[in-house]
Nanobody, 119 residues
Framework: QIQLAESGGGLVQVGDSLRLSCAVS????????MGWFRQAPGKEREFVARISWSGAVTSYADSVKGRFTISRDNAKKTEYLQMNSLKPEDTAVYYCALRLMGNRRYDYWGQGTQVTVSS
């Protein structure tokens, strides 16, 4: 059974930085893409960033482009989200997700980690 566990959330001030981590446990029998999503209170969950298995291909939501950086370390089975220049509108629960190769939708999700940006 594949499980994802996020860490690194917290309460920060406007302009601060945070790095989220997502550890993958369990056996994966294929390569996989990974992504980050977030859900703010009263809003739907939205895409933040994704990264391919090799790390060569990344994409970002316009709202975070230039401020957030997604990366991964396959040897450690961990992905990261470096968040800089945080804004109050970045406040949300952040979820990591894993998509097995060939699938259209994300197959596994973490429990989420809270990020709160205070002004």
């Amino acid at each position: 059974q594949i499980q994802l566990a996020e860490s690194g959330g917290g309460l920060v001030q406007v302009g601060d930085s945070l790095r989220l981590s997502c550890a993958v446990s369990g056996r994966t029998f294929s390569t996989y893409d990974m992504g980050w999503f977030r859900q703010a209170p009263g809003k739907e969950r939205e895409f933040v960033a994704r990264i391919s298995w090799s790390g060569a291909v990344t994409s970002y939501a316009d709202s975070v482009k230039g401020r957030f950086t997604i990366s991964r370390d396959n040897a450690k089975k961990t992905e990261y989200l470096q968040m800089n220049s945080l804004k109050p509108e970045d406040t949300a629960v952040y979820y990591c997700a894993l998509r097995l190769m060939g699938n259209r939708r994300y197959d596994y999700w973490g429990q989420g980690t809270q990020v709160t940006v205070s002004s």
